[in-house]
């Protein structure tokens, strides 16, 4: 049978080297800057078809003028690919990642990522680098604010979400942008959380941790992949062939974009395995990547190289038919005004809005709560709002703001202002968020006079402390922050006043003391756009806090990385004999567990069942658990379907996440809560790393949080 050539192959045989090297070049345009900035002007390029693809140009009018010279004064007329770090939000900014994971909600991840591929389509663009989706077990990492938490489950359910959200059930509609699933792969555990740093974990640890995220992207369709500038005992995920080629083109069948991160491909040389810029584009080539961001290292480097025979055109067509595919995919080719050609109505700006502090809110996790200092009581009258945080609206958008820079943002004291309006609301910072500067310390404890009812402090990190390049020896509160704390806590103790610390963070803090000490801790991340509203709608009850912390939180840097999903080992700890795993100095249970969140309402699990004792390979066993709300308010209440398997041929963690559901339930009712849990997810990878389903007794453990203490446990006879 003949084929018929499609409109790329023909194209791909008109093009000289220099237009096929252009199409597997990006560079930035300057407009946001988000790395070294190593590249001038790009419209010349364009022009003259030896530029094919943009990151970091907004607004319709510039996208579209860039694409006006490519598609009408280019000698081959091909569309360029736009792309942009939409990570949580283009212009509305939606809570950071890890405030997002804490909902436990796919509808929601789902949404934000719609609502973000609209606004950023409406904006000219037609690619995002998201979702980043490396799970994190070591919170010094500063990147761990943009991703799922500690938990492969988790962040394969995201993966998910997030591809089907931007990508829309059409990459071509003028509403849809291709995703980037990122940073293939096993970032996370860079050496001593250290940005940048080697990498160096177990063959099944990359598997059953860092791997499955990636899959699940894949199989919802991501059209792009980023390796992770990081290198992976030795090889950098850049050059990695037997990742890139084997296992995602291979075995899982990846046959998208992948496009390198910023200057990666040059970065080999750093790295020590190339020794010019030759070598370089030669292994990322042979990899599999097929854009070089930002290093122009194919654009200098494989003329050379296919000149000396050390690859071949054929290698070089692979790479720009699939940058092509994905043009066309994304309805380039015919037209490439199609993004940003309609101005957004303002009911759909009003109503992003509307997600956002909603989201913002369902993202907070109240961790602590005694003597029901949240919510406030409806009569309340005088509130003091303190700390570096009170009124710092830029911080609250976090540390990946993408085009958000122009919108008015909540601060706390606005948001709690706008909802009691009958209420005094007086204010002091105190301290700036990280400044030796004690001079304020004193005039913001004298503002808790016999008339304020309750104090909101608001701490935390300054939204750059986070992020890309961000990593932190000292994990605690910045500055003199501890010090307005004590003195605000010594003070509200004298004089009876209840105090709420509200914490803005990109990663869990040390701040075992805080914990203490408050009446009441909510932990804020950085909840966006909307923040001070969605904070009010807690603080005041207008909405019961439902989010619950997607990464365990340790009470000492000691015990990094601290996650749930631990082996027992040969001797677990045991207070009463030394020689059992345990530290001299702390405890080994963390502050807060893996899932750990208050609500409003108080829930009491019974009757926890399955639909049969057994199971084979095919079967679906349902789960059922009854929950009671013996609390005084209506809440939603998140819960957790683990499982533990005691024997195996390889042990296997205390816990394992299989499932998260949700039951509101009005004060005194009863309801059920009910979980699937197919038996094929109880295979693991056995002795020789491939799935097995070994026959046995696996536990179903079922409650609010990864403590095991909290769960209720059945179980279940697995048959060969
Ligand atoms: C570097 C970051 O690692 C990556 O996440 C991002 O997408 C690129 N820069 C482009 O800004």
């Known amino acids: 049978m003949i084929v018929p050539m499609s409109m790329i192959d023909k194209l791909t045989g008109r093009m000289t080297l220099a237009e096929k090297l252009g199409q597997l070049t990006m560079t930035t345009s300057s407009y946001a800057v988000t790395g070294p ?12 078809g030896t530029l094919g693809n943009l990151l970091n140009l907004v607004g319709a009018k510039h996208v579209h003028e860039m694409q006006r010279i490519a598609v009408e004064e280019s000698r081959l007329r091909i569309p360029l690919l736009i792309g942009f770090d939409v990570i949580h939000g283009h212009r509305t900014i939606f809570p950071v990642p890890l405030a997002e994971a804490s909902t436990f909600d796919p509808k929601i991840w789902e949404l934000t990522a719609r609502e973000s591929a609209r606004e950023t389509a409406a904006d000219g663009i037609a690619m995002t680098f998201a979702p980043m989706v490396d799970v994190s077990r070591d919170l010094r990492w500063g990147r761990t604010v943009e991703g799922p938490g500690e938990d492969p489950w988790l962040a394969a359910e995201i993966a998910r979400a997030k591809v089907r959200g931007f990508q829309g059930a059409d990459l071509a509609s003028p509403e849809s942008v291709a995703a980037t699933a990122k940073h293939f792969c096993a970032y996370g555990p860079v050496t001593g959380g250290r940005e940048y740093a080697s990498v160096d974990i177990s063959e099944r640890t990359l598997r059953e941790v860092h791997l499955p995220a990636f899959a699940a992207a894949v199989r919802a369709g991501t059209a792009a992949i980023m390796p992770a500038f990081t290198d992976l005992a030795g090889i950098p995920l850049t050059a990695h062939k037997a990742l890139l080629r084997d296992y995602l083109r291979g075995e899982l069948g990846f046959d998208g974009v992948i496009v390198s991160d910023y200057n990666a491909i040059r970065e080999l040389i750093q790295h020590g395995v190339a020794s010019n810029v030759v070598e370089a584009a030669v292994l990322a080539l042979k990899a599999g990547v097929d854009i070089d961001m930002m290093a122009g290292a194919y654009r200098d480097g494989l003329p050379e190289a296919l000149e000396r025979g050390l690859v ?90 993408a085009a958000g820079y122009e919108e008015p943002n909540v601060s706390v004291l606005a948001g709690l202002r706008a909802a009691l309006p009958e209420a005094q609301v007086v204010h002091a910072e105190g301290v700036a968020i990280s400044s030796a500067d004690t ?104 909405l019961s806090p439902s989010g619950r912390t997607p990464i365990t939180w340790p009470r000492a840097l000691g015990q990094t990385p601290l996650f749930y999903g631990q082996r027992n080992s040969g001797r677990p700890e045991n207070p009463q004999d030394r020689f059992t795993s345990k530290y001299l100095d702390s405890a080994n249970s963390p502050l807060f567990p893996f899932g750990f969140g208050l609500t409003y309402g108080r829930f009491a699990y019974t009757n926890l069942r399955v639909s049969a ?105 697995l048959q060969g």
């Open 312 to 401: 071949t055109m054929d290698e070089v067509d692979e790479c720009v038919l699939r940058v092509l595919r994905l043009k066309e995919r994304l309805g380039l080719f015919d037209d490439p005004y199609r993004r940003g050609s309609r101005v957004e109505a303002v009911e759909v700006v009003t109503a992003r809005r509307r997600v956002a502090r909603d989201v913002g809110g369902k993202s907070l996790v109240l961790v602590k709560n005694s003597n029901d200092a949240l919510p406030f009581r409806a009569d309340i009258r005088r509130i003091a709002v303190i700390g570096p945080l009170a009124d710092a609206w830029r911080e609250m958008r976090g540390p990946w703001a």
């Open 439 to 542: 001079a304020g310390i004193a005039a913001a404890a004298d503002l808790l006079d016999d008339g304020v009812e309750v104090v909101v402090l608001c701490l935390g990190e300054a939204a750059e402390m986070s992020g890309e390049a961000s990593s932190r020896a000292f994990p605690e509160l910045p500055g003199e922050q501890r010090a307005l704390a004590d003195a605000v806590l010594e003070r509200a103790a004298t004089n009876d006043i209840p105090v709420v610390a509200t914490l803005f963070c990109g990663r869990p803090l040390i701040v075992p003391w805080l914990a203490e000490k408050a009446d009441a801790l909510v932990v804020a991340w950085f909840p966006g756009t909307e923040a001070g509203h969605a904070i009010a709608d807690v603080l005041t009850g207008r």
């Open 37 to 48: 900035v190593i590249a001038g002007d790009s419209t010349d390029s364009i022009r003259n």
């Open 613 to 717: 004792a057994s199971a084979t390979v095919e079967d679906t066993i349902e789960v059922a658990v009854d929950l009671t709300n013996t609390g005084a308010r209506e809440a939603e209440e998140t819960i957790f379907m683990f499982v533990r398997d005691r024997v195996a041929s390889v042990a296997r963690p205390l816990l394992e996440l299989k499932g998260v559901t949700k039951i509101a339930l009005k004060p005194g009712e009863t309801g059920t809560a009910r979980l699937q849990l197919a038996a094929a997810d109880l295979r693991f990878l056995g002795l020789d790393l491939k799935p097995v389903f070994e026959p046995g007794e696996v536990e179903i453990l079922v409650g609010p949080h990864a403590d095991p203490a909290r769960l209720t446990t059945a179980r279940v006879m």
